[in-house]
């Protein structure tokens, strides 16, 4: 069957996550500048967020794109996903909320994990419908990346219990590390354009 509805269903999905992680944000009562010094650990871990939020949107676009089709399996590893997704903007708000408290810190990095293990799951049903020796198989090659987030996001859960900074700094790190759209994808679908 084609992806196209499972692109825009993906999409509307993270455009909804992405509004209600800003509508968290509460606007301050008075009008000087120290009224804003509350809001900074929110607003920290909204651009933190909208980061890790925006990585996916732009990694799963570019992953659909190299894809030609789906079925039931991707379907439902999909959804896996955005379910994942879907509870960043609460996880995001309890660790602004509380100024990075462990267990706030913690279930973050719970849900950075799903959402990690979800991905790569999406991955790899696309990769076993398309076949091994598929673009698309070749273009992943080992994931060497996603296995390191997952990785990194292990180390980073218990660790918040000992150092929610140092937590917050593997994040960030992660987030840094995708940043950029895997660029195997980026060159098998320019090579398409030829």
């Not at 900074?40 to 967020?49: D, R, T, W």
Request: glycine share 6%; hydrophobic share 55%; proline share 4%.
């Amino acid at each position: 069957m084609g992806k196209s509805r499972l692109e825009a269903f993906s999409d509307g999905v993270i455009a909804i996550i992405i509004t209600i992680m800003v509508l968290e944000m509460k606007v301050p009562h008075g009008t000087e500048f120290e009224s804003l010094t509350p809001l900074i650990p929110v607003f920290f871990s909204y651009v933190l967020s909208f980061t890790f939020v925006g990585v996916y949107w732009s990694n799963h676009h570019h992953m659909l794109h190299a894809a030609h089709k789906v079925n039931g399996r991707v379907l439902w590893a999909n959804m896996h996903l955005l379910f994942w997704l879907s509870l960043i903007p609460f996880v995001t708000g309890w660790m602004g909320e509380n100024n990075f408290a462990t267990i706030p810190v913690a279930l973050y990095g719970v849900v950075m994990l799903m959402s990690g293990v979800a991905y790569y799951i999406l991955t790899h049903s696309l990769i076993n419908h398309h076949g091994r020796e598929s673009a698309l198989s070749k273009a992943i090659g080992k994931d060497r990346k996603g296995v390191f987030s997952v990785l990194a996001y292990i180390v980073a859960i218990p660790t918040a219990f000992f150092s929610p900074a140092v937590s917050l700094a593997i994040y960030v790190c992660v987030a840094a590390m995708w940043f950029v759209p895997d660029s195997r994808i980026e060159k098998l679908c320019a090579n398409w354009q030829i």
